[in-house]
């Protein structure tokens, strides 16, 4: 093996583009000065936040976060004036240079904030007891040498360059000889993540100012019931009851794996839901500079993804049965798209407003292959699994109740029904369980006509699928954002199944600029976290009652997005898709 890697061709030409690319990155005259400032630089900054470490420590909570905050602005204004007089030896523009040299240090400080209690706390579990209180010590300093790394390449390409040279304006170079499924995609990679850091800077903040770890710590649920879904599941199915509001396939499912040892199933199955996500989505990327990074830049950055498996809720197989038939139908196998409903349909009913699709490619002997699979499926199921319908009813008119009508069906949830439950929740609630009366006795009367105004919006959306025929992205967009967000309950994680036509969009062919940004803008909303505004409602060793931002900003943008995909919508191109859908042959 060394004999062949010194042998390799390639070998000296890596080395010396390496060696290259760094000279490029620390040119030599730059280099001296560097290294001695940010030595300077390094002791001071570390220094500074170890002496206020050392004076906070016992007087305030989470010490070490105070001393980060104080000492990164302190260590920020003297090495801005190090840099410019220095090593980058600039004139003038002071204070453009000093906001873009906060720039540089704010967001390596945004991300320190995010970053330092985990490294904190993960030293604290891993080092021995008698060397736990150099935990945050420890800690500093690797996020001391990452920060040394990065804010080099920042403020060398960012703060003191000019305009012509500057890394914005090879970003935009860049950018101009991209094509526009290329764009897309870095633009929504780039909203994600800007969204995801933003959502791990307000968890760092929420521990300073609340000093507890849920709810103002995390976008995730309560870390005290992580993976319960799956457990909840397990056990249910171990009891032999039907249990939770699952259909036969999947309660027969978990019957046949629930002897199994809980943990490795959790393992198990959230590695092949977060696996099959990521091959998804680097299967359907656009062809492009660095696809893998990329690739794990849109799944790191998407919450359905680490909401789902955070719950560890069986919503993953719906998923990859969604998938399935979408896969299938795109390419034209209709059996097997057939197959995959009738699967994703026995799991959850939701899924059946796909079959939108082969009525409007006139696949009516598909159509009628998965109607009759769906109730083969339903029945073998039922009857290998002792499934009792009765039992089952009952459990789905208990999960109504608690998730319908009480106000708990608020929390990680993301429907339009909410939406509307929200204005009356809010002013009349007190923090106890008896000012929620209000809010159940609305969402009693409004339930019936909600029902009746989302089938006719569904009717009217499958109409447009079917006879205006807009592109396949855009109805399977339409399609997925109702079955997303019209039922009366949909948790977080059921997000996750917009990545298909995601996926599709970011392949779709040009479209005018302003439209192709304002639909990316509106599906990474959907995407990122919403921890910006978090509340704890009601607290008890029970449950909690907490909401965030993403109760009523996601069906917002959701609903706006809707009204964008339909605006083009016309009752004479209606009548003439009628016309035109009936009159030509298949």
């Given amino acids: 093996m060394k004999a062949f890697l010194a042998n390799w061709p390639g070998r000296k030409n890596m080395l010396n583009k390496l060696i290259n690319r760094l000279k490029s990155l620390f040119p030599g005259r730059q280099l001296g000065a560097y290294a001695l400032v940010g030595v300077w630089n390094t002791l001071f900054g570390y220094g500074l936040y170890a002496a206020l470490v050392w004076g906070l420590d016992g007087k305030l909570k989470f010490a070490y976060m105070w001393a980060n905050v104080l000492s990164n602005f302190i260590a920020i204004t003297q090495a801005f004036f190090l840099y410019k007089f220095f090593v980058f030896k600039t004139k003038g523009h002071y204070w453009q240079e000093y906001i873009k040299c906060w720039m540089v240090y704010g967001a390596a400080a945004l991300i320190g904030l995010a970053v330092l209690p985990l490294l904190v706390e993960t030293l604290r579990a891993l080092l021995p007891l008698a060397y736990k209180t150099y935990a945050p010590y420890a800690g500093g300093a690797l996020l001391t040498a990452l920060t040394v790394l ?4 920042g403020l060398k390409n960012f703060s003191f360059r000019t305009v012509e040279n500057s890394l914005l304006s090879r970003v935009k170079e860049r950018w101009a000889l991209q094509t526009q499924p290329q764009r897309r995609v870095m633009f929504l990679g780039l909203i994600l993540a800007a969204g995801f850091l933003i959502a791990l800077a307000v968890c760092a903040l929420g521990l300073i100012l609340h000093w507890q770890y849920y709810p103002y710590t995390t976008f995730l649920f309560d870390p005290r019931y992580r993976f319960t879904d799956l457990y909840e599941t397990l056990i249910l199915a171990r009891g032999h009851t039907a249990g939770l509001n699952y259909f036969p396939l999947l309660m027969g499912f978990m019957r046949a794996v629930s002897q199994g040892p809980e943990r490795i199933l959790c393992a198990v199955f959230v590695s092949l839901w977060v696996a099959f996500y990521v091959s998804i989505v680097y299967k359907g990327l656009p062809q492009l500079p660095h696809k893998a990074g990329w690739t794990v830049l849109l799944a790191v950055g998407s919450f359905p993804l680490w909401f789902l498996a955070d719950r560890a809720n069986l919503e993953g197989f719906v998923f990859m049965a969604c998938a399935g038939f979408v896969i299938s139908f795109w390419r034209g196998r209709m059996n097997w798209a057939a197959f995959w409903l009738a699967l994703a349909v026995n799991m959850k009913p939701h899924p059946a407003v796909f079959m939108v699709l082969f009525i409007r490619d006139k696949q009516y002997k598909a159509l009628a292959k998965w109607l009759v699979l769906c109730v083969l499926i339903g029945a073998l199921c039922s009857w290998a699994a002792h499934f009792d319908w009765l039992s089952f009813q009952r459990n789905v008119q208990t999960f109504s109740d608690w998730q319908q009508f009480l106000p708990f069906g608020l929390e990680f949830s993301h429907t339009f029904f909410n939406l509307l439950r929200l204005p009356v929740f809010l002013p009349t609630q007190n923090g106890l369980p008896d ?55 949909s ?93 030509a042959k298949k």
């Fill in 150 to 153: 990065c804010s080099f390449l």
């Fill in 435 to 489: 000012s929620w009366q209000a809010t159940v006795a609305f969402s009693r009367l409004v339930a019936p006509g909600y029902a009746v105004a989302m089938l006719g919006l569904f009717a009217f959306i499958s109409a447009h699928v079917v006879f205006v025929r807009p592109a396949f992205w855009k109805a399977l967009l339409l399609l997925t954002l109702a079955e997303v967000f019209f039922p009366f309950v």
């Fill in 491 to 583: 948790h977080d994680y059921t997000l996750i199944h917009l990545i298909l036509p995601v996926l599709f969009f970011l392949n779709a062919p040009p479209m005018p600029p302003k439209q192709s940004v304002f639909i990316t803008v509106c599906l990474a909303v959907l995407l990122i976290p919403m921890n910006f505004w978090t509340y704890s409602f009601y607290h008890s060793l029970m449950y909690d009652l907490v909401l965030n931002a993403g109760t009523f900003l996601r069906p917002l943008a959701a609903g706006v997005l809707l009204a964008y995909l339909l605006k083009d919508f016309s009752f004479a191109r209606l009548k003439t898709g009628i016309k035109n859908y009936f009159s």
